[in-house]
């Protein structure tokens, strides 16, 4: 249902507020909602409904982790897709 989604929708903005590093806790728990976390050199790897997004092992920017979640959660809705990327 929609409000279980709505639900989903803050939990994993929850999840990533702040991002900062890939814990092995944080892997599970996106691992819950369906999503594929795979490491790759100095990038995670997260396949999700077909779409692709690499965010960086660590993150100096408190931005990039909601960011992610929103673009995780439009990938969900396949919306407008963008492929997440940061420096």
């Not at 806790?25 to 790897?45: A, C, D, P």
């Not at 990039?64 to 979640?69: M, T």
Request: hydrophobic share 30%; glycine share 4%; charged share 25%.
């Amino acid at each position: 249902s929609s409000m279980n989604s709505a639900k989903q929708d803050q939990q994993l903005k929850q999840l990533l507020k702040g991002y900062r590093v890939m814990t092995a806790s944080l892997k599970s728990n996106l691992e819950s909602f369906g999503i594929e976390v795979t490491k790759r050199k100095k990038h995670w790897i997260l396949k999700y409904h077909g779409f692709v997004f690499s965010c960086p092992t660590s993150s100096s920017d408190c931005r990039s982790g909601i960011n992610l979640a929103q673009e995780l959660i439009r990938a969900r809705k396949h919306d407008v897709v963008y492929t997440y990327k940061s420096c």
